[in-house]
């Protein structure tokens, strides 16, 4: 089977709408998508205040990806999905452990033309998740606890990206968390091929330089 491409997709976490349209300027031209990180503080420690209406009007003509770190999946992807620049949604199986409440969400966003995507925590082994992941069209394995960023890389997600990588070779396997130019070799050997970098790419002074490092 040949090896699937790698996609770096930037990750946006930002408390609030100023700080995402700073965020967005810093990478706006070297891409044309982004993941964009919502949190409730109920489900991680964190909450942000950025509303749909308020992504539509700043990134326009950018496709979307949303990554929900909340409690109450259903509500959160509902307002999302109205957004037609969104082509994903991906939640947390921590915040909804039901087989079939996240098959059956899987399935309706599926019906509306959006990619569903299934994150896990770094504790969460995959023989939880083992009956769902056919449904996904990706499984974006978390390399730090969700929620803050600049935490640190945790190593032990390798053997689990691996591990999916070998058992389902055809899905998407996202890794998202404290990926950077020292880690992220080792990330795309253990078979992950959308790689979602957040402090990395805001913190560089020379974007152009330091995104040609990850490549």
């Known amino acids: 089977m040949p090896k699937k491409a790698v996609k770096i997709i930037p990750a946006l976490l930002a408390k609030n709408q100023t700080g995402l349209r700073k965020q967005f300027l810093k990478i706006k031209k070297y891409f044309h998508y982004a993941q964009i990180d919502i949190l409730d503080g109920v489900l991680v420690k964190e909450k942000n205040n950025i509303p749909p209406n308020a992504v539509k009007n700043m990134l326009s003509g950018y496709q979307l990806e949303i990554h929900l770190m909340v409690k109450d999946v259903s509500r959160y992807a509902l307002k999302w999905l109205k957004l037609k620049s969104v082509k994903k949604i991906i939640w947390h199986f921590e915040a909804e452990k039901n087989n079939e409440a996240i098959i ?66 055809k899905l998407n396997i996202a890794v998202d968390g404290a990926i950077n130019d020292k880690n992220i070799k080792a990330v795309k050997k253990a078979g992950a091929n959308i790689i979602a970098v957040g402090s990395y790419l805001q913190n560089s002074d020379d974007l152009k330089k330091d995104l040609a490092k990850l490549k």
């Open 104 to 169: 059956c969400l899987a399935q309706y966003l599926k019906k509306k033309k959006i990619k569903p995507g299934l994150a896990v925590n770094p504790n969460t082994s995959l023989a939880k998740i083992k009956k769902v992941i056919k449904y996904f069209d990706t499984i974006q394995i978390m390399a730090v606890n969700p929620g803050a960023q600049g935490q640190t890389f945790q190593p032990k997600v390798l053997e689990k990206i691996k591990a999916l990588s070998q058992k389902y070779p």
